[in-house]
């Protein structure tokens, strides 16, 4: 029988935070970008083909999908007792991570790329993710160099709350994650509504420049496509049909989580893909 792993007692030394201090960093922040609800689904490649084509009856193309769809290239941070990761495993109501992604090729990333940093933070229900774009240099100098790069006045805020939590909790690069996506968004009525189908999701847990040419290992089974549907309200009633129709579970998995077990950084939870059919390195597109 499976069971759940939980994470070890964590001592107030070493960069954690616990109390007061800690409660306040895992606190929802009263800045944001936009809130959504999100509900993923595991499904195979083939039913993932059935329901892109269902969907591109309702939804539109997300601009930047096209054909072959984009990827999406994260690093994520944590503590040295992967605080983050834990956090996500117990299911807290409030909880956070840390990332640096880059959407597109990655193989074209430089020291000028545009990346994104952001804080995704789980808040009951909801999810709150809050991001600022910066060139790549200036990104590592925050989050690696954990120094204050240049930057636009309304950004100061989130760049000091960056850097606070990066400081305060010790954070470093721990696994990137990797995936090609396609998205569909709402019109009309179901304005605000996105869907994402994301396949070949690999990782790695060490050359984490985003431009390395470094090997990735699938980190969710080839034969399986992750589906994410992101209301800010509500699910449309014909998408709940939709989804109960073809008799899809809701999922929960995490990318980042499933590249820290993936190599071995943490014991498998019981919320780990099975790797019965994974690949061990996955070539790039």
Not at 111 to 117: A, E, H, K
Request: glycine content about 6%; some cysteine; overall charge positive.
């Amino acid at each position: 029988m499976l069971q759940r792993f939980r994470r070890p007692a964590v001592p107030a030394a070493g960069g954690e935070v616990d109390g007061e201090e800690g409660r306040r960093l895992r606190a929802p922040s009263t800045l944001h970008a936009f809130n959504r609800y999100e509900i993923k689904y595991l499904v195979s490649t083939a039913e993932a083909a059935g329901l892109r084509e269902e969907i591109e009856r309702r939804l539109d193309r997300d601009r930047h999908s096209g054909d072959e769809g984009y990827g999406i290239w994260s690093v994520y941070y944590d503590t040295r007792q992967l605080r983050f990761y834990w956090e996500k495993i117990e299911g807290l109501k409030f909880r956070r991570k840390l990332r640096v992604r880059h959407y597109g090729d990655r193989f074209a990333v430089n020291d000028g790329t545009p990346v994104f940093v952001e804080i995704k933070q789980r808040v009951n229900r909801v999810t709150q993710k809050r991001r600022v774009r910066l060139p790549y240099r200036d990104a590592l100098r925050l989050c690696d160099g954990r120094r204050m790069p240049e930057h636009e006045p309304s950004q100061r805020a989130f760049m000091e709350e960056v850097l606070d939590l990066v400081l305060r909790l010790d954070l470093r690069p721990t696994a990137m994650t990797g995936y090609q996506r396609h998205a569909y968004v709402g019109r009309d009525a179901d304005v605000g509504l996105r869907v994402t189908f994301d396949q070949r999701i690999r990782g790695r847990d060490r050359d984490f420049h985003l431009g390395a040419d470094a090997e990735n290992r699938l980190i969710v089974p080839a034969g399986r496509t992750i589906v994410e549907v992101k209301a800010n309200e509500r699910v449309p009633y014909w998408l709940t049909d939709l989804t109960a129709r073809r008799s899809l579970q809701v999922a929960r998995v995490s990318k980042y989580c499933q590249s820290v077990e993936a190599y071995g950084l943490a014991p498998r939870s019981v919320f780990h893909v099975p790797d019965h059919d994974l690949d061990p390195v996955l070539p790039e597109a």
